[in-house]
């Protein structure tokens, strides 16, 4: 699976954005999907992921309330909606696709357990 992320950019402090992520090269629809952001000078972090079947969803507490995460199977594409953005969402932000049920585990926050990665695409919160 090649993943694509897309979307990022300058926004305010407050404002919404809202990134996708296409897949191309197998069957999108059989894998759990996450987003996770590397701030600067930071280790990369969990965000949330999104079942196969878009059935459930789990969010970092940070983002909780104010990040949705949704899929269209039909164009193999998973979006990460993001609403009263903070300085502190700003990071490059990928995302990966792992195995079906990952969503529902205790491994969701593992990067080792995702195959695929999109390249990041960069979100800048201004004040």
């Known amino acids: 699976v090649q993943l694509q992320a897309s979307g990022g950019g300058l926004v305010q402090a407050g404002g919404s954005l809202r990134l996708s992520c296409a897949a191309s090269g197998d069957t999108f629809s059989s894998y759990d999907m996450g987003w996770f952001r590397q701030a600067p000078g930071k280790e990369r972090e969990f965000v949330g992921a999104l079942a196969w079947n878009g059935g459930y969803t789990y969010f970092l507490d940070s983002v909780k309330g104010r990040f949705t995460i949704s899929r269209d199977n039909a164009k193999n594409t998973v979006y990460l909606q993001m609403s009263s953005l903070k300085r502190e969402d700003t990071a490059v932000y990928y995302c990966?696709?792992?195995?079906?049920?990952?969503?529902?585990?205790?491994?969701?926050?593992?990067?080792?357990?995702?195959?695929?990665w999109g390249q990041g695409t960069l979100v800048t919160v201004s004040s």
């Open positions: 990966a696709a792992g195995r079906r049920g990952l969503t529902y585990g205790s491994r969701r926050y593992a990067e080792n357990e995702y195959f695929y």
